[in-house]
């Protein structure tokens, strides 16, 4: 899952950095390695083929709530299981150069938890830095506010940009269920996030989820910004091999 997201994010900067015809369909399971991409407003190359640079800001929202943290047994292994699996889509999330060095691909990375309240446990750093703080991760408890969560994410990736050019993407990981939404709903936050120029992965952090709930939080298309993606598939407490 994590691999077709990353696809989906590389191909899209790097088409945008250097045009091609892209119609409006975008990925579909099964399309990768080379899946054609709708249009995004990231750098196109100056005329002298010099290096364009392609900064990244990614940000991390994970559901720490009483929903997420009781679905399995010992309390919080479900959790435990989401921090790894966002410890390895860090890991991939590596600096390089791409197309003989014409493009430049550099990463930020940062991230919150929440419940009722939200947690910062990454401001935006380098992807070493934000595995480190994954640690600081705890069960949170009490109810599910993602409306709250959402804006707070879109304050923090948009508040105090270093680079204005950077392209924004989050990815959220929630069962999709909720038990109040004192910010407005998910759906307006969703679309808060999006006006910013934010494009929103929702991940369900198990196969217990409100499929309407993730669809609301996801980018259009929810072919691509949804698609089903699962970060743990858990049996008997442990992750399916």
Aim: aromatic share 8%; hydrophobic share 35%; with cysteine.
């Amino acid at each position: 899952m994590m691999a077709l997201i990353l696809a989906f994010i590389l191909l899209s900067l790097l088409k945008n950095a250097l045009p091609q015809d892209l119609s409006e369909r975008g990925p579909r399971r099964g399309d990768w390695p080379d899946p054609t991409l709708p249009p995004a407003p990231y750098p196109t190359p100056p005329p002298n083929k010099e290096v364009v640079d392609c900064p990244v800001r990614l940000f991390f929202t994970i559901d720490t709530s009483e929903s997420i943290s009781l679905q399995e047994s010992p309390p919080g292994v479900l959790v435990d299981n989401i921090k790894e699996f966002t410890k390895l889509f860090a890991e991939r999330l590596t600096d390089e150069e791409y197309q003989g060095g014409r493009v430049r691909l550099t990463w930020s990375v940062g991230g919150l938890h929440y419940s009722q309240r939200q947690v910062v446990f990454s401001h935006f750093s380098t992807r070493q830095s934000f595995i480190r703080s994954l640690s600081s991760i705890s069960y949170l408890g009490r109810g599910t506010f993602t409306d709250c969560a959402l804006g707070n994410m879109t304050s923090l990736m948009t508040r105090h940009a270093a680079d204005q050019r950077a392209a924004l993407f989050s990815v959220v990981i929630t069962d999709g269920h909720v038990t109040g939404s004192p910010c407005g709903g998910m759906r307006s936050s969703a679309e808060k996030a999006r006006d910013q120029g934010i494009r929103v992965f929702s991940v369900a952090a198990s196969r217990t989820v409100d499929e309407a709930g993730l669809r609301e939080i996801a980018s259009p298309p929810a072919e691509v910004y949804r698609d089903g993606y699962i970060a743990v598939d858990l049996v008997d407490g442990r992750p399916a091999s």
